[in-house]
């Protein structure tokens, strides 16, 4: 059994889940421009209110913040109709008329929160060399849909998908 162990966890580290990192605690937070940085040593989070329902989460993991080069984003950010921002010592709120974002502190997570209610609960970054990816609870009947053309289930609960 213990040789059956130790092949599954040599499995998972040559897979480079055991090497993932995620953000640990803020360091701390700013502004710049129309994004919010929430900084945990190196590693920034980076949040943008594209309108008053759509928010841009993104990961820096070493601290470069690169500009926006996405050639998929339909509307570029503008100021949403209503916009407020709330701190207190441990999270932040992003708040519009249709949605919000609540970032934690200790350690760094994020919730969306839409008109229907949380989604993408306690949602955590991680990454290794060659891999980014986010890790959020899903309610037990809850399902994903999309996910890029693809020829695979409708649903794509519990499924990896890459992004490219």
Known sequence: ???????????????GLLRAEEMGNLTEYSQSGDRYLFRSGACVLAV?????????????PDGTILPDSSAVV?????PPIYFDAFADSQHF????IGAAINVNFFPVRFTGVGADGAYA????????????????????????????????????????????
């Open 1 to 15: 059994m213990k040789s059956v162990r130790m092949a599954l966890l040599a499995l998972l580290a040559s897979a």
């Open 74 to 78: 339909a509307i570029p950010p503008h």
């Open 121 to 164: 609960e306690n949602a955590r970054f991680f990454w290794t060399d060659s891999t980014r990816g986010v890790r959020f609870n899903l309610s037990s009947g809850e399902s994903i849909y999309g996910g890029g053309e693809r020829a695979l289930a409708l649903n794509r609960r519990g499924q990896r998908l890459e992004s490219y």
């Open 48 to 60: 943008t209110a594209y309108t008053d329902r759509i928010f841009r989460v993104e990961l820096f």
């Open 93 to 96: 709120d992003l708040l519009t």
